[in-house]
């Protein structure tokens, strides 16, 4: 704010330093703070400093172009003689000045000197020709005008008026309200320069009223606007004066753009009558709202969620068998049984006008082709393919989506998989469905319910879109490790096809015509490398470096031994056709990472052979028992499980009833302790088919029978000698025929499951079907 000062009496002129001024003028009768940082006004303040500290302040014309070194035309011909009162050194070399404007100058001649500007000037005062009366009424009227303009305008504090109160004269009052009226600095240069002091006070007074009036529209305005705000509109305050500020000037809003796009959509696709009432409620909201309110968003959102989704019924194309056959056996060698019976599934859904009841379940170990069996599928029928893993799902809301009651809600995985296919009959497979689980959120399993189960999933209800969709065209399969955490509601509603892992025979196939063909083009190495292996070193492979049913551990090492060629090839020290011998796989690969458990070689009292079911596939048990000296305690050893713990109880508990039968003292109990051991005591072994193993090895070691070394054998029994059915047949009699052993003794239960067994794996093997514990003594026993 400028202070008032005495003007001079006398008329002067001369020459002096020239400080030009951006966007300020400085006023006679005023006191003004100037920042100065141009060089040349720079060398101009010190001139002045070391003289007289007079200096000339005129106001510079607006051009960005002269803004850094303004020349004569660039500066206006009327400015303020200054005194320099105080003057401060900035650390960054400029200036902070207090300037006095002293008197109204007229600039005849700018003169330039090598480090600033200087003007000749003389002095000029402003002329009052009216009456003394007239510039008093003028002057009392301009008062009232100026103490509203300073009530309305909030940066300018009421202090302002008592200067303007107090003024001695008009030149004085005038100066002092030019200098705190808000206007452009060309307007009031304009007022500067008028010589008649009469007119110079009314141009300022009109200026004044207008300024009254904008800023009572302002007002309104603002009045306007904050009456509608609620707490939290507030940070579209802005984007509010703006509309406002229309309306005042009549100006219309058109339509929304993004509710002319909906309209569009609705018309064109076919929605059912529940999403079609349910659009047309929320286009009618939307089309009211304000664009900045939270929901709007919310709406928009959902609005797209809804017109995005597929509605139009698909065209079913012919299903060919012939094709579907070929497209299977491309994909994936062996698994004659799986493809039969997917071959079976695609003959009923040809067949058939709906898909109705047919919800597939592939179970089986890791990386033997469950998932990429799922895209055979799809591409057999020519369908959409989308996949959603439901490992380590544990909120139902994942499944049937959130509430839009929510911040940030979306549909969930199951509409947003349709979403994704663009079509109402993709194929969706649906992967771990064994890894889900359950807490405070809700069961994800019971969600699932509705969808995969055929007689509701033709009405489905989406937390978030809540309407009925239509998924009775969809082709559901799903995939598991294991059957054991899948709740019996949802398994009751999928047909389960096992998948068993492949045999060693299978597996040099698939490396020799997928894998390594694979490996090459997934490197880009085709036609650069070339390399060749022997069906020795891929047994040698699979057998000591991987330990799985499926062949993605197969496949990594595959991709290791031809990194490292590659790295010879690069290197010079390889050309050519490289064939990988089995002696080299060491250099390549390392010492042997996965020793499968040696078997037994030879006749052995207390020392069986059993079979388990792994995640890895199957494994051969060596179980061990000894005989010490005790009171007949049983001491198990190799981390066993509760139910393996349970079996090893049974098994006791049977010698010591049938000790006399077996040629046993049946007072061994009182007299010794027997420790039973299975190797690998890193591992967690469980479950109940070690029954039938347990038995024998403890029967051996009480009777002293040695135990014939060429058998292996599954099943678990009861106290009474039932010997009942297993689980994970194919994987066992894989880990039979991968440890050399022709002879395998079965529950015979488990005849009907055999058949389901690949002849491939059954070749060579000598299978004993058994229904009592006493059959598998008297087999095995020497």
């Not at 004269?169 to 030019?178: D, G, H, I, T, V």
């Not at 469905?433 to 509705?450: C, H, N, Q, T, V």
């Amino acid at each position: 704010m400028a202070k008032t000062v005495k003007s001079l009496e006398k008329n002067i002129s001369g020459n002096l330093p020239v400080i030009p001024l951006r966007n300020l003028l400085i006023a006679p009768n005023t006191i003004t703070p100037l920042l100065v940082g141009r060089t040349f006004s720079i060398n101009a303040a010190e001139t002045a400093l070391v003289s007289d500290r007079k200096i000339i302040c005129v106001a510079q014309k607006r051009d960005p172009m002269s803004d850094e070194d303004p020349k004569a035309k660039d500066l206006y011909r009327v400015g303020t003689l200054s005194s320099v009162l105080q003057v401060m050194k900035l650390p960054d070399g400029n200036f902070r000045l207090l300037i006095e404007g002293e008197k109204r100058i007229s600039i005849e001649k700018y003169r330039r000197k090598k480090k600033y500007l200087t003007a000749d000037y003389v002095g000029q005062d402003k002329l009052l020709k009216e009456s003394q009366l007239e510039v008093e009424a003028l002057m009392r009227s301009f008062r009232r005008a100026f103490k509203s303009y300073v009530d309305l305008n909030k940066s300018i504090p009421e202090e302002a008026m008592i200067p303007l109160t107090e003024a001695e004269s008009p030149e004085e009052f005038f100066y002092y309200a030019l200098s705190n009226t808000q206007i452009e600095i060309s307007k009031k240069q304009q007022l500067f320069e008028l010589t008649d002091l009469f007119e110079s006070i009314s141009k300022l007074y009109r200026i004044v009223i207008e300024e009254i009036q904008i800023l009572k529209l302002e007002d309104k305005i603002d009045g306007t606007v904050k009456s509608k705000l609620s707490k939290l509109q507030r940070e579209y305050y802005l984007n509010e004066q703006l509309k406002a500020i229309h309306k005042e000037l009549g100006i219309t809003k058109e339509d929304k753009i993004e509710l002319i796009e909906f309209k569009k959509k609705l018309r064109k696709i076919n929605l059912s009558e529940q999403a079609k009432k349910k659009a047309e409620n929320e286009l009618k909201r939307f089309a009211h709202m304000n664009s900045y309110s939270p929901e709007y968003s919310v709406t928009h959102t959902y609005l797209n969620w809804m017109l995005d989704l597929p509605w139009e019924e698909p065209k079913i194309k012919e299903l060919d068998l012939i094709t579907a056959q070929k497209i299977l056996d491309e994909d994936h060698y062996g698994l004659i049984k799986v493809k039969e019976r997917i071959l079976e599934y695609l003959a009923v859904v040809k067949l058939a006008e709906k898909i109705k009841g047919q919800i597939l379940c592939f179970v089986g170990p890791p990386g033997v082709g469950k998932t990429s069996l799922g895209k055979s599928i799809a591409r057999a029928m020519d369908r959409k393919f989308v996949r959603l893993s439901l490992g380590g799902v544990r909120d139902e809301a994942e499944i049937r989506g959130h509430r839009r009651t929510y911040v940030g809600a979306l549909p969930g995985v199951i509409i947003q998989s349709m979403k994704k296919a663009g079509t109402t009959n993709p194929l969706i497979m649906m992967d771990e469905i064994d890894k889900m689980s359950s807490d405070f959120r809700g069961d994800p399993a019971s969600a699932l319910l509705e969808v995969l189960d055929p007689e509701q999933n033709d009405s489905f209800r989406d937390h978030y879109l809540d309407f009925e969709y239509d998924l009775s065209q969809v082709i559901f399969i799903t995939t598991a490790n294991t059957l054991n955490s899948i709740p019996q509601p949802l398994l009751d509603r999928m047909e389960v096809i096992e998948i068993p892992g492949y045999t060693a025979y299978e597996k040099i196939h698939i490396a020799t015509k997928h894998l390594v063909p694979k490996v090459l083009q997934e490197h880009d190495l085709k036609g650069k490398v070339k390399i060749t292996y022997s069906k020795k070193t891929l047994e040698k492979i699979i057998k000591l470096y991987t330990r799985e049913a499926g062949v993605r551990s197969l496949e990594r090492q595959i991709a290791k031994i031809l990194r490292k060629i590659a790295k010879k090839n690069v290197e010079g020290k390889l050309k050519g056709l490289v064939s990988v011998k089995d002696k080299d796989l060491e250099e390549y690969l390392g010492i042997p990472k996965h020793l499968y458990s040696e078997v037994n070689r030879k006749n052995s009292v207390g020392l069986v052979t059993g079979l388990a079911w792994t995640q890895f596939g199957g494994e051969t048990l060596q179980i061990e028992v000894i005989k010490v000296k005790g009171k007949g305690n049983l001491k198990l050893t190799g981390q066993l499980g509760d139910v393996m713990q349970e079996s090893a109880q049974a098994a006791f508990s049977y010698a010591r009833l049938h000790a006399k039968k077996f040629q046993i003292d049946e007072d061994f109990y009182k007299k010794c302790d027997l420790h039973l051991h299975i190797p690998e005591g890193a591992i967690p072994k469980d479950g109940p088919s070690a029954g039938v193993t347990l038995v024998t090895a403890i029967i051996s070691i009480l009777s002293g029978r040695k135990v014939k070394h060429n058998y292996a054998m599954t099943g678990e029994i009861t106290l009474s000698g039932k010997v009942l059915p297993i689980g994970g047949l194919a994987e066992k009699l894989i880990a039979a025929k991968r440890a050399k052993i022709k002879n395998v003794i079965i529950p015979r239960k488990n005849e009907p499951s055999l058949t389901e067994v690949n002849d491939e794996i059954k070749k060579g093997l000598n299978i004993i079907l058994v229904e009592r514990i006493e059959e598998v003594l008297e087999i095995v026993l020497n």
